[in-house]
């Protein structure tokens, strides 16, 4: 199995510019979960689906941030507009367990930097 | 809100024993207590899970107190690879959001 897969694995993006973020979870997994890790704040949660359902999204940090999951194989996060303080590593990460407490493989993570 | 901590960083020598604590004070009663390493450029990687005394798997132990208020991740003998930081997880007992510690970087010397 390929693992999780992300891309692009770097995005460099001026700000106001949409910028859309892309995962292939494990196949079979049902659960897929994005987080974001800066220095400052640290792995954060964002938003997590199970059976391709939104359970959790209270981690996005505004509206300008959404998350969709159109079948098991496939969900995007997209920023809209980017300003610079989203700059971070974007992490997708698939389960066969329901809920973030359970075994996570995650993706090598997609560099977001916003001019 | 689950304030998970954990040392910033901690140094040690090829072979030896290496404890790694996280205090998280608010923690929900009924879900695993979760540790992750990450590597450099990486995503974190699943280490261990336990939910309370302790659990052992190939590469490392996890203590948990009674209490859960705290837990201890132990790894044996480790070599220059272990090098990387490590991260638990817990679920919030009021929020029920999940949150990582801030990670302890670990180097291992030769």
């Known amino acids: 199995d390929a693992g999780v897969i992300q891309s692009p694995r770097h995005e460099v993006t001026e700000m106001g510019q949409e910028v859309t973020l892309r995962c292939k979870p494990i196949?079979?997994?049902?659960?897929l979960f994005w987080y974001r890790q800066t220095m400052m704040r640290g792995l954060e949660l964002l938003i997590y689906?199970?059976?391709?359902?939104?359970?959790?999204d209270s981690g996005m940090p505004e509206d300008r941030f959404s998350a969709k999951m159109p079948n098991a194989s496939f969900s995007t996060l997209k920023i809209q507009p980017s300003e610079p303080r989203d700059s971070a590593v974007y992490f997708c990460?698939?389960?066969?367990?329901?809920?973030?407490?359970?075994?996570?493989?995650f993706g090598p993570g997609t560099r977001l930097t916003v001019l | 809100l689950a304030k998970t901590t954990q040392p910033i960083s901690m140094d040690s020598y090829e072979g030896q024993e290496v404890n790694i604590t996280c205090s998280h004070n608010n923690i929900a009663t009924n879900d695993y207590i979760t540790w992750y390493q990450q590597f450099p450029s990486q995503g974190p990687r699943f280490i261990i899970q336990g939910y309370k005394t302790k659990v052992t798997n190939e590469v490392a132990s996890l203590f948990i107190p009674a209490d859960r208020k705290s837990s201890t991740l132990s790894l044996p003998r480790v070599s220059l690879s272990d090098t990387a930081v490590y991260y638990c997880?817990?679920?919030?007992?009021?929020?029920?959001?999940?949150?990582f510690g801030t990670g302890t970087r670990l180097k291992v010397l030769a």
């Open positions: 689906f199970n059976n391709n359902v939104p359970i959790d």
């Open positions: 196949s079979g997994h049902n659960s």
């Open positions: 997880l817990v679920e919030d007992s009021g929020t029920y959001k999940y949150i």
């Open positions: 990460a698939s389960s066969s367990a329901p809920g973030p407490g359970d075994e996570q493989f």
